[in-house]
């Protein structure tokens, strides 16, 4: 998808790239810990990463606010 198609994805954050680059968006649920400041361990139930279309090298990567998507087929 494009750079522009990625950062509404990412709730209107820029990739710093032209927006019609090409990208490659993985959205995964589960439990995402990243290291902060001192003592803060921000949790997240929805992660991402961002890769170049055409080297494959990872661009972007972090977590989401909000819920995980519910599986409505169970």
């Known amino acids: 998808m494009s750079s522009a198609a990625v950062g509404q994805r990412l709730n209107g954050a820029s990739t710093g790239l032209p927006d019609d680059t090409p990208l ?7 439990d995402f810990t990243f290291s902060g400041p001192p ?3 921000p949790h997240f139930a929805r992660g991402f ?3 170049d279309a055409k080297t494959g090298n990872l661009l ?6 909000g819920a995980a998507p519910t599986d ?3």
Request: proline share 5%; aromatic share 10%.
């Open 60 to 65: 972007l990567a972090g977590g989401l606010p």
């Open 39 to 41: 003592g803060a361990e």
């Open 49 to 51: 990463e961002v890769f």
């Open 72 to 74: 409505s087929s169970r």
């Open 24 to 30: 490659c968006y993985v959205e995964l649920t589960g």
